[in-house]
């Protein structure tokens, strides 16, 4: 009989076949106490564990690229954190064996950060998905992971680490369910990234049998657990239809009257650009620089590799707007060289642009490397600055770029609702605005975005959310200036058309979603996409505005 599951639509398409589960094992090794003439080859046992894991980790994400390599290269230094390591010294030195002193002192932080209601409590995942990789090549098992299978299937996890989603088969995942995670989890973004239709926040999806046939709609978050032979057909006509409208869906983004929408790609380095000039981007909305610096936690990279890297974006989009976000350091993109190691909460501490204010030689670095990069190409060159507080902020932003003689238009991210709420004053030192819709949401709700149990409050169809993007867009008309979204918002097909008719000016997504937005958009006139908009901001939840505004699209 065919029951129905609701949890997170979090990547469009539909999925429809047998469920794997993902591999689970125990991993807690004994505890026993090793003679003290061993400390230190269990100790170097430990170093070599940790290294090689990191190793691995930074290989999985140089094969992935893009999105997933930051995020692995971001694990990896998760693995070789030196107060961690510390603690693992500490604990063998004091008669643990290697493996349980490195499970022992995982533990302890990962107790530390899911109690402290810090920012970094959406990483625990990430931290046990280390932690199991380390214990388990000094136990010399295998290491749990993605299911072998020679017949396609769809995934289901508790959550999925960094490092299974990065290298997922997309010929034989047809999608994949988790029980945890939200919208803007790593899980979720690398999802869009493979094109992968995805549910996350799905309670009990664990207790669906192995070999159950289930239909994933990743669009509405739907699960339909032995679906009847009329919902499959249903969902395979709607799918056909979605993929023949893609198709029919070319060129600039534009609503169906005309009005044009750019769409523009988020991208993490170089190993982006194919897939964002294949999928029609109109240029890059968010080029985020944290690779570069990830590589290495222990220094900035010099001006010369700076300067490679951005002109290998550059020369891609010989014509296109290529907005730049300087580096984002601090909170769950700690940097030794830059962030402190003890905030107590990092999220609400020194990050983003607070961070390179308090470091001008890093941020001056970054901007001349930026106007080497883009010297003598024809290239629109944007340039914007995280975390954006105030006025004081924004100025403190473009005073820095034309000291570093930077020929470029300078821009704040909207993610601080102080920075929405008072963005006239802030347009009045930049050029534009970029609302990052995740932490946006993030500090609105107090809801740490990668949290499943607060999900439904970083659902970008919430009101109050939508009601700090009109305040900008408004703001940034009443300017003469732009406001564009470079948030997982401007992934939902409908919507961007809310986003539109809320008077925001440019949409830049994951490169798989553009064909999916562009083709929604030329579905409908700016007068339908404004009266959608208005709909959705007079609800009172998130499920209420995105029904009101579909209502309004589909003309009931």
Known sequence: METTLRGVGVSHGVAIGGVRH??????????????????EREQQRARQAVEAVAADLTARGNLAGGEAQAVLEAQALM???PELMADVDRRIAVGSSAERAVYDAFAAYRELLANAGEYLAGRVADLDDVRNRIVARLLG?????????????????????????????PTLVLGFVTEEGGPTSHSAILARALGVPAVVALPGAGEIAEGTLIAVDGSSGEIFVNPTEERRTALEAAAAERKAALAAATGPGATADGHKVPLLANIGGPADVAAAVEAGAEGVGLFRTEFLFLDDSKAAPSEEKQVEAYRQVLEAFPEGRVVVRVLDAGADKPLDFLTPADEPNPALGVRGLRTLLDHPDVLRTQLTALAKAADGLPVHLEVMAPMVADRADAKAFADACREAGLRAKYGAMVEIPSAALRARSVLREVEFLSLGTNDLAQYTFAADRQVG??????????????DLVALSAEAARAEGKSCGVCGEAASDPLLACVLTGLGVTSLSMGAASIPYVRASLAKFTLAQCERAAAAARAADSADEARNAAQAVLSGE
């Open 453 to 466: 149990a607060v999900s439904r409050l970083q659902d970008p169809w919430q009101p109050a959310l939508l």
């Open 79 to 81: 693995a070789q954190d």
């Open 22 to 39: 993902m591999g689970t094992a125990v991993l807690e090794p004994p505890a026993k106490q090793i003679p003290a003439e061993e400390a």
């Open 141 to 169: 098992v295998p290491m749990p992971g993605v299911p072998d299978s020679d017949e396609p299937y769809v995934l289901v996890a508790r959550d999925l680490a960094p490092a299974d989603t990065a290298l997922l088969d």
